[in-house]
């Protein structure tokens, strides 16, 4: 399915997209703090870096050609597939908007076998901030915010965060790569 929309109304939701992702990166700014409970800005982060590859492939369809009626064609699917947005946004930011380092914090731990987060491993006894460098994808968000079982560890699947440093550092990069796109006068 696709929709047949005029110059000025591709050039509005581009507009409004841009306008969100800079809400969604002040709130995860602001969710921001130094006791590692960074988790939910993650999240804001990822639904920014969505939304900035909506921008992108709708700009990209005032670059096709126009119908008889003077009206571009807009694929559906920018609106519905998370994949394509997130595939358009991370071939476009820059490495230090889209790799992130990403963890646990153990505070304490008393667990006899070693707690697993993807590739990574903590042996018991283990405390403190425990990271890995990751793209930030919609993986990764769905990891952020559901709860799940590792049936193959038989363990709860521990809540990721990042440093405060790490992911304000992206989410400032970020901002900065927005400053070079150009809003579209409707």
């Known amino acids: ?36 409970e960074n988790t939910h800005a993650i999240g804001l982060y990822t639904f920014a870096i969505e939304e900035y590859g909506k921008a992108l492939c709708l700009k990209e369809c005032l670059s096709d050609s126009r119908t008889k009626k003077g009206e571009y064609t807009v694929p559906n699917n920018i609106f519905k597939s998370h994949k394509i947005k997130f595939k358009k946004a991370l071939g476009i930011l820059p490495a230090s908007c889209t790799n992130l380092q990403i963890g646990v914090y153990v505070k304490s731990n008393t667990s006899i076998k070693p ?68 809003m579209l006068k409707i």
């Open 1 to 36: 399915m696709v929709y047949h929309l005029k110059s000025n109304e591709i050039k509005s939701g581009i507009n409004i997209a841009i306008g969100k992702l800079r809400k969604l990166l002040h709130d995860a700014h602001l969710l921001l703090n130094d006791e590692w």
């Open 115 to 182: 707690i697993t987060i993807r590739e990574m491993s903590i042996s018991g006894n283990a405390t403190g901030l425990f990271t890995i460098s990751t793209l930030a994808n919609m993986i990764l968000r769905m990891e952020i915010f559901y709860v799940a079982w590792n049936d193959r560890n038989r363990q709860w699947k521990h809540e990721l965060t990042a440093s405060k440093e790490t992911l304000e550092e992206a989410i400032i990069n970020f901002e900065n790569h927005l400053n070079t796109f150009n």
